[in-house]
Nanobody, 120 residues
Framework: QVQLVESGGGLVQPGGSLRLSCAAS????????VGWYRQAPGKERELVAR???????IYADFVKGRFTISTDNAKDTVYLQMNSLKPEDTAVYYC??????????????WGQGTQVTVSS
C-alpha cells in the first residue's frame, strides 16, 4: 500500500512558475511508473508527465517543453516543475504511482490532488 501526498499548488499569474511535489509514504521502485495527471472542471483526467526507471519520461503534447518531471529516490518524492504557466493549465493535479504486479498488470495509487490556478 502506497500513500501519496501532493503539495505546491496555488494561485499564480500567467507566465509564472510552480513546482509540485509528491511524497510517497514508501519507497518508489525502479519498476514503478510515477507521474502527474490533471483534471480541469468538466474535463477528463489527462496525463501530464510520467517517468519510470528514473529516466524514461513521457510528456503530454500540451506541455511543449514547459514542464519537467523529476524524482528524488532518496526522498521518495516526485516533482513537476511547471514554467510559463497558462490559464488553460488550471486544474487539479494528481500524483500517480503505477506498480507492476505479479499478474502482469499494474496497481494504481493516487494522491488527493492539489489545485493549480493560473489567473491574473
Amino acid at each position: 500500500q502506497v500513500q501519496l501526498v501532493e503539495s505546491g499548488g496555488g494561485l499564480v499569474q500567467p507566465g509564472g512558475s510552480l513546482r509540485l511535489s509528491c511524497a510517497a509514504s514508501g519507497s518508489i521502485f525502479s519498476t514503478d511508473y510515477v507521474g502527474w495527471y490533471r483534471q480541469a472542471p468538466g474535463k477528463e483526467r489527462e496525463l501530464v508527465a510520467r517517468v519510470t526507471g528514473g529516466s524514461i519520461t513521457i510528456y503530454a503534447d500540451f506541455v511543449k517543453g514547459r514542464f519537467t518531471i523529476s524524482t528524488d529516490n532518496a526522498k521518495d518524492t516526485v516533482y513537476l516543475q511547471m514554467n510559463s504557466l497558462k490559464p488553460e493549465d488550471t486544474a487539479v493535479y494528481y500524483c500517480n504511482l503505477a506498480r507492476p504486479t505479479r499478474w502482469g498488470t499494474k496497481s494504481n495509487y493516487w494522491g488527493q490532488g492539489t489545485q493549480v490556478t493560473v489567473s491574473s
